[in-house]
């Protein structure tokens, strides 16, 4: 496989779909909803997915394609060369804030994580990674993260957590709140996931999330030291619904044995 040609051709779908999305902000959006009311989807979603997989596929018809929409042939498993799609991460700020939305891909070969991509579309900041080769915001090298104490960390949990929830014990993750510097909760899981590797954030996790969450963002986790794993601490799953933590070394440690009482 012919990675570097990979790259370039994922970056010119990513920003043609970007520009599709942003055109279409002027339109009036079908929107629907999906598991809850809380759920939604609009036909830009639909849509943008159904752009990547016919470009992929007039690109290698080999190529197989997970995407949140369902658009592509199901998924049987992870061998060979497979795209993890989410063509709109944040689709409620899509609708409702026209911004803090993402477009997030990630290539697998045979279960490897070798190219990952998040696309904050509104403000055209692309985050990257190639197995091996680093991790970027554009035209910068991300770094390392550096260690710090959990009293300085910020981390990117939801209200949700601090409410009693079928998860996990609440009144720990109290303690973890009242313990940290700071707080957030951007509704994007993978802008939160580009915030954790950029270092603008310490911590993020999610009680669910999908493959099409974590894939490109786990690539780019690699590639700076930043941590990702269940809230169990086991490996990430891209065949299923998990929970999910991406974090500073120190601190994801610290989260995951102190503060996460699962249930
Ligand atoms: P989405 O916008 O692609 O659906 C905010 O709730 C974050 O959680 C978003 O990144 C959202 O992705 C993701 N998410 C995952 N599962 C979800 C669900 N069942 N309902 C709403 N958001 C979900
Ligand atoms: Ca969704
Ligand atoms: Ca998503
Ligand atoms: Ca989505």
Redesign the pocket.
Known sequence: MEITAIHEFTVKIIHEAGERIRQSLSEKLEIET???A???VTNIDRETELFFIEQIHAYDPAFKILG?EGMGEPLESLDGVVWII?P??????FIRQHRN?AISIGIYVDGIGKLGYIYDVMRNDLYYAVEGQGAYMNDRQLERLQSLPLHEAIIGI?ATWVTPNRYIDHNKIIDLVHHVRGTRSY????LEIASVVCGRMDAYM?M???P??IAGGAVIANEVGAIVSNLGNEAINLEE?DTFIIANPKIHKTIIEQYVHLK
């Open positions: 999906k598991a809850n809380n759920d939604l949140e989410d709109i991460d944040g689709t409620m700020n939305f939801n509704g994007s899981a993978t999610s669910r999330l999908s099409w969450d619904q």
